[in-house]
């Protein structure tokens, strides 16, 4: 069993960073595709990053791409996503996710374990 603990939310103005981390215990994930996904009050869940086993692929929905930046730390269990430039309608639930089926692109509906999720809150 994997447990996901995810950290760095809080509140920051528009045109600012965060730095999302997603602690992994449990067992190793370092084969693990991972990714972030969000929600927003009223809206369904969507993808925000991933990336494979090895970092050696990353994919970022189009509405971040160029702001965001996913990575991970193998071994420390890790993985994180940069947030840098952020706007009023990057504000929601992040959660991290790992796909113990695939070793490259993670999707939700095949995510295995989930974390709690942190908030983003991105003031105008």
């Known amino acids: 069993q994997v447990q996901l603990v995810e950290s760095g939310g809080g509140l920051v103005q528009a045109g600012g960073s965060l730095r999302l981390s997603c602690a992994a215990s449990g067992r190793t994930v370092s084969s693990y595709a991972m990714g972030w996904f969000r929600q927003a009050p009223g809206k369904e869940r969507e993808f925000v990053a991933g990336i494979s086993w090895s970092g050696g692929a990353i994919y970022y929905a189009d509405s971040v791409k160029g702001r965001f930046t996913i990575s991970r730390d193998n071994a420390k269990n890790t993985v994180y996503l940069q947030m840098n430039s952020l706007k009023p309608e990057d504000a929601a639930v992040y959660y991290c996710?790992?796909?113990?089926?695939?070793?490259?692109?993670?999707?939700?509906?095949?995510?295995?374990?989930w974390g709690q999720g942190t908030q983003v809150t991105v003031s105008s």
């Open positions: 996710a790992a796909d113990g089926s695939s070793r490259y692109r993670i999707h939700a509906s095949s995510a295995d374990y």
